[in-house]
Nanobody
Framework: QVQLVESGGGLVQPGGSLRLSCAAS????????MGWYRQAPGKKRELVAATTSGGSTNYADSVKGRFTISRDNAKNTVYLQMNSLKPEDTAVYYC????????WGQGTQVTVSS
């Protein structure tokens, strides 16, 4: 059974940075595409960024140039470096492992506010 545990969320001022981590267990992490999603109050969950097993990445237009997704297969961990944060980035951020059955973490709150 796959387990995904996110960490690194919190309160940050506009223009600040945060790094989210998602530690995976129970699967062969290195072969899975991993993604970060977010869901703001009253809005649908949306893809923020994803990375394939080969290291290819894609980003939502709203975060291009500000966020960077990366992975450390030796640590079974995927990261999301978030820079130049804006109030509209406020959301619960979820980690997702793509597979025959997708797996999700419990989410971590990111709040961008002065």
């Amino acid at each position: 059974q796959v387990q995904l545990v996110e960490s690194g969320g919190g309160l940050v001022q506009p223009g600040g940075s945060l790094r989210l981590s998602c530690a995976a267990s129970g699967s062969i992490f290195s072969i899975n595409t991993m993604g970060w999603y977010r869901q703001a109050p009253g809005k649908k969950r949306e893809l923020v960024a994803a990375t394939t097993s080969g290291g290819s990445t894609n980003y939502a237009d709203s975060v291009k140039g500000r966020f960077t997704i990366s992975r450390d297969n030796a640590k079974n961990t995927v990261y999301l470096q978030m820079n130049s944060l804006k109030p509209e980035d406020t959301a619960v951020y979820y980690c997702k492992m793509y597979g025959k059955m997708d797996s999700w973490g419990q989410g971590t709150q990111v709040t961008v506010s002065s």
